[in-house]
């Protein structure tokens, strides 16, 4: 039976990977910042341990309490949505903190014992802004796009190690609790010349009339990187983000 580490299981996509996995008879590490046993149902294969992706000795304590895991999902991350200069410095660092460094720091975490065993894959997600760029994201999307980087440099480093690393973009899910937890960042409010700006992204994001996408279709895209040796480096995930890849094979 193999192992799945998941970081962010608390709500959104996070907490339906964690159970679809364990829906397909694997065992999986649901980890939160605080830990809920209640968000998930019982089962002999699960493990709730606590983990915050921007602390060093959390890190370490999650990986030691974990044990040996096959799969490692970097999906914890954090969102913030404001013109350039209404964006402290601090909520800057706090996104690249937790969508960037966090991913680096749980990668390098758990490569020793996946080149040590010649297995193992490492799925980060991203989103599908990286594929087609939104005014009012500049920092989120930055914090993205750098994973993708650094995502498909490691790719041909740890291939000779038999470790794979792929890629799943979600689109946009006003479902989850992205945009609440965002919000928390945005309390000042738009810098007045973008308000009118502002204020049409921010009807556009929460906009129900077009497509978006579903936690369900982030844990199957998820679920493929994870399980298909021959999936793609990078995997949209959702209507919306199926059709921003395309746009963008197209204009390439
Ligand atoms: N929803 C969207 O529209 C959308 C679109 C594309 C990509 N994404 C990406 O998809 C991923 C999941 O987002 P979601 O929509 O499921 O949002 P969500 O419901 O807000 O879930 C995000 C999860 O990340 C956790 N988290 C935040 N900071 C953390 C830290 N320092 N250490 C550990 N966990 C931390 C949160 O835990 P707490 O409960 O402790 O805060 C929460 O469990 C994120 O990487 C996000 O950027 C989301």
């Given at each position: ?6 970081t ?5 996509f996070?907490l339906e990977?964690?159970r679809?996995?364990?829906?397909r ?9 605080t830990?809920r046993q209640?968000?998930l149902?019982?089962s002999e ?5 606590a983990l915050d ?6 890190i370490?304590?999650a990986?030691a309490?974990?044990?040996p895991i096959?799969?490692l999902?970097?999906n914890a991350?954090i969102?913030?949505?404001n013109a350039?200069?209404?964006v402290?410095?601090?909520?800057a660092?706090?996104?690249f903190e937790?969508?960037t460094l ?9 490569l ?6 010649k297995s ?5 997600v ?8 939104l005014?009012l994201?500049?920092i989120y999307t ?6 993708n ?5 490691l790719?041909l ?5 038999g470790?794979?690393?792929r890629l799943?973009?979600?689109?946009r899910?006003p ?7 965002a919000r928390?960042r945005m309390?000042d409010?738009?810098?007045?010349p973008?308000?009118a700006m ?7 994001v929460?906009?129900?009339s077009?497509?978006?996408?579903y936690?369900?279709?982030?844990a199957?895209?998820v679920w493929?990187?994870?399980?298909d040796?021959?999936s793609?480096?990078?995997i949209?995930a959702?209507?919306?983000a ?11």
């Open positions: 039976m193999k192992t799945v580490l998941i962010g299981c608390s709500s959104g996070g990977t964690a679809y996995f364990l829906e008879e694997w065992k999986v590490v649901a980890t939160m910042r830990p209640d968000v149902p019982a294969n699960l493990r709730v341990i992706v921007t602390d060093a000795a959390s370490r304590e990986i309490a974990s044990g096959d799969v999902v970097n991350g969102g913030v949505l350039l200069e209404g402290s410095m601090d909520t660092r706090e996104v937790t969508n966090g991913t680096i720091a749980m990668t390098q975490a758990v020793p014992q996946f080149r040590q065993r193992g894959v490492i799925v980060n991203t989103s599908s802004v990286t594929l087609r760029p005014p994201l500049s930055g914090s993205k796009a750098a994973v980087a650094f995502t498909e440099s790719a480093e740890l291939e000779q190690f470790v794979r690393v799943v973009l979600p689109g899910s479902s989850t609790s992205f945009g609440a937890n928390t309390k409010g738009f810098p007045e973008y308000a502002g204020q049409g992204i921010f009807a556009a929460q906009d129900s077009s497509a978006v996408t936690a369900e279709d982030v199957e895209a493929r990187a994870a399980t040796p021959g793609p480096m990078r949209p959702g209507a919306d199926v059709a921003a890849a395309a746009t963008q094979q197209f204009s390439q």
